[in-house]
Each structure stands twice: as C-alpha cells, then as structure tokens.
C-alpha cells in the first residue's frame, strides 16, 4: 500500500493505493481537507494608458502572468475578440471583450503578475 496526497479542483484528498493481482484501487483514507492558500501578492498595476476608465470591465479569469497586450487604447473591439492574454501553466489564455466598445484603458502591462478578477482593461 502507498500513501499519496492529491489535490483535484482546489480539494486536497488522502488516498491509499492498493497494490494487488488486479487494477490499482484509490480510495479517499480521510474527508478532503480545507485548500491551503499560498499568499497572495498584489499585482503591480500598470497606469491608464488613458486618463478616462471604461464603463464595461474586461477582467481575469485566472490566475498567471499579461503573455500579450492584443489591442490598444482607441481601438474598436467586437464581443469575443482578445484584449489582454494571459499565461497560466504554459497555456495562453485570451481574454476577450464582454461586450462591442472601443478600448479606454489598458491597465497591466506583458509580464505582469495577474490573479483572478483583476481588472486588465476596460472599454466605452
């Protein structure tokens, strides 16, 4: 038998792993215990490259780091089209205009540390 930790989705588990004549077999030794939380950096914030804010919000919706700024302050953008791309465990992932606007802000700049819902642009 051997022991192993495992976190799936956030949820921590215990499990033991019985070797045998057939398929391996897990099962949870313990109640999933409470996610532990790594400290949480702010995440340094580039200025406006405008000095009017958007009314529509264009934020993360994961933790990573700004890979690619797609558009710029003044440009039009159509729902769906990149604004901001982040890079989260070596995937690029596009973060795209909510709604048709023209972009206000750009408020983080390639390299930047993002978390979850911090605020990458915003549009008119």
């Given amino acids: 038998m051997k022991n192993y930790t495992i976190t799936v989705n956030g949820n921590v588990y215990d499990v033991v792993v019985e070797e045998g004549a057939g398929a391996p077999v897990a099962a949870p030794k313990t109640a999933p215990k409470a996610p532990v939380a790594a400290p949480k950096a702010p995440a340094a914030k580039a200025p406006a490259a405008s000095g009017a804010a958007g009314g529509i919000k264009?934020?993360?919706?994961?933790?990573g780091k700004v890979f690619k700024i797609d558009a710029a302050v003044g440009q039009a953008v159509k729902a769906g089209d990149a604004v901001v791309t982040i890079e989260a465990m070596k995937m690029e992932i596009p973060v795209v205009a909510p709604k048709d606007g023209t972009v206000a802000s750009i408020n983080v700049a390639v390299g930047d540390p993002v978390e979850a819902g911090t605020l990458l642009a915003t549009l008119n």
């Fill in 58 to 63: 264009v934020e993360a919706g994961a933790a």
